[in-house]
């Protein structure tokens, strides 16, 4: 759950980063990181397998500025995509506000997106929340690969947002494209979603 401070004029969030293993969602926030440190006070929190895997999260907090009079900061976090990690997903899942699904647009990882995508919505109604109404922004990222069959973004679509029907980019962590729109995007849905405990 969102804290909100109405005295102090104050709101933090919960946005989590989802998807497969190798998805890129680490990617994205050390992007975030990176290009914003001067809204990042902190260095970013990484816990990491030897092999860069990541073995419980990441995160930082974000400091996104006023709205609508409120100080409002968003704590970033990941999750370990790697299948048997899911107790982890769960324990991250908690509290949390909105999601980035980070799709992965390589073709050899269709089903993982589709596996992943199942398995959140399985973790969010271990919390009372479902899929369909949570603040949720698709992702489909690696758009910058050139020699690697990739799905074309519209069947990425039809297949992972025909029924959620909500905002999808394609992206590129590495590159940046769409990296900022699609935290932008989040950041917004979820500051809507909350609108009612700001008075
Ligand atoms: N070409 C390309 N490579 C990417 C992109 N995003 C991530 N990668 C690479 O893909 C690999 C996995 O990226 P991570 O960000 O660690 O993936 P993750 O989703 O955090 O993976 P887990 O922590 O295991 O869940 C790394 O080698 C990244 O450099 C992208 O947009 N384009
Ligand atoms: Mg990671």
Redesign the pocket.
């Known amino acids: 759950m969102a804290f909100v401070n109405s005295k102090k004029k104050e709101v933090q969030a919960k946005i989590v980063y989802y998807?497969p293993?190798?998805?890129?969602?680490?990617?994205?926030l050390e992007y975030i990181h990176k290009k914003y440190t001067s809204r990042v006070k902190t260095e970013m929190v990484s816990v990491k397998t030897h092999g860069?895997?990541?073995l419980f999260f990441d995160f930082f907090p974000f400091d996104v500025g006023k709205i609508k009079g409120y100080d409002v900061t968003v704590q970033l976090y990941?999750?370990?995509?790697?299948v048997k990690y899911d107790a982890t997903r769960q324990l991250v899942l908690r509290g949390v506000d909105g999601v980035v699904f980070?799709a992965d647009s390589m073709a050899v990882r269709r089903e993982k997106n589709f596996m992943s995508l199942k398995n959140l919505q399985k973790n969010l109604s271990i919390y009372k929340k479902n899929i369909f109404q949570i603040p949720l922004v698709l992702q489909y990222?690696?758009?910058?690969?050139k020699d690697i069959p990739l799905m074309p973004i519209n069947k990425m679509d039809r297949e992972l947002n025909s029924q959620l029907k909500v905002p999808s980019y394609p992206?590129?962590?590495?590159?940046g494209l769409n990296i900022v729109e699609t935290l932008k995007k989040i950041i917004s849905l979820t500051m809507v979603s909350l609108q009612n405990q700001l008075r």
């Open positions: 998807g293993g190798r998805g890129g969602k680490t990617t994205n860069d895997r990541t990941t999750v370990p995509g790697q980070v990222n690696k758009r910058d690969l992206g590129s962590a590495i590159t």
